[in-house]
């Protein structure tokens, strides 16, 4: 059975980017008769604001979306993290690193992504520090149900990335991959700014003999300086009064093509209609220009 997700971050309220990464990944769940499941992804506590989640939450229900069983909390399953990153140590498929940001920034190699860790501290055997996945010089394929095949190399491209932080706060690559398991998650839909981290998270899931689900990035809203619609670029927060407007807007946006009439309709009917008619065919890779916000 299909089983998708919502898994947005506590750090503000949602806006129109999020309303348009929830909207697709909820039509595709129902539109192949499955589960949506809805994941808050709490575990940066110092960039959660206090109610953000509860807020989350309200403005979903305000939208007419229904998720199916209970909202799950990253912040609950740090023991099955733990767990995970202390296999890999075991196991030797992970390792201890003390170089602080600044070194890093001193010596990694860097290319037009960031900084490729070096891999300075895999032979020092060092028992504090953040956590680092070991990785291999091997192409990591997968092929995108939008956006097409990707390939990445991600000793050379990446490094070994952090799975844990040195302030004990787990990363989100570790955290994403254990509770997709956790969940059975069949296909990821989420936004296309992820689709560079995904081969990590394929990397993770083959060395733990995870499935591995498919994988659908949708395409960004973006500011007219090109920047992503963000809470950090300031997108403004979705406006409850007006829901199916909003929810129109982004049907247009992944080229659904819906009549005008749809935005004056009920909630209800408009999800109906949005739903019966989802063509995955029609999401464009790209979406060409800004729509401003309401």
């Not at 309220?13 to 769940?29: F, K, R």
């Not at 110092?46 to 309200?58: H, N, S, T, W």
């Not at 979306?65 to 909202?71: I, K, L, Q, R, S």
């Not at 500011?223 to 929810?247: E, F, I, R, W």
């Amino acid at each position: 059975m299909y089983r998708g997700r919502f898994a947005p971050s506590p750090t503000g309220p949602l806006h129109l980017g999020s309303l348009l990464a929830a909207v697709g990944s909820y039509l595709q769940a129902k539109s192949n008769k499955g589960n949506w499941l809805l994941r808050i992804e709490d575990i940066d506590p110092p960039r959660e604001p206090k109610g953000a989640a509860d807020l989350i939450l309200k403005d979903l229900e305000a939208f007419g979306f229904e998720w199916d069983g209970v909202p799950q909390y990253q912040s609950t399953h740090l023991a099955f993290y733990q767990d995970v990153v202390s296999d890999l140590l075991t196991m030797k498929k992970a390792y201890y690193c003390s170089c602080s940001r600044k070194l890093i920034s001193q010596t990694a190699i860097r290319n037009n992504t960031g900084f490729i860790y070096t891999g300075r501290c895999r032979e020092k055997s060092l028992s504090d520090g953040a956590i680092r996945l070991l990785t291999h010089d091997k192409m990591i394929y997968f092929n995108d149900k939008l956006q097409g095949t990707f390939k990445q190399n991600i000793e050379h491209e990446v490094g070994d990335f952090i799975l844990k932080r040195s302030d004990k706060q787990y990363a989100y690559h570790i955290a994403v991959v254990i509770d997709d398991h956790l969940q059975n998650i069949t296909e990821i839909v989420r936004g296309n700014d992820l689709l560079a981290v995904t081969p990590r998270h394929i990397y993770l899931q083959s060395i733990l003999n995870y499935h591995i689900p498919e994988y659908l990035h949708l395409p960004l809203i973006t500011h007219p300086n090109g920047d992503k619609l963000s809470k950090q670029t300031g997108a403004k927060p979705l406006n409850k009064k007006y829901p199916v407007q909003q929810l129109y807007k982004v049907l247009t946006m992944l080229g659904q093509n819906p009549d005008k009439s749809l935005q004056y309709e009920p909630l209800n009917n408009f999800w109906e209609w949005a739903i019966k008619n989802w063509e995955l065919a029609r999401v464009p890779r790209t979406i060409p220009q800004f729509v401003n916000e309401m």
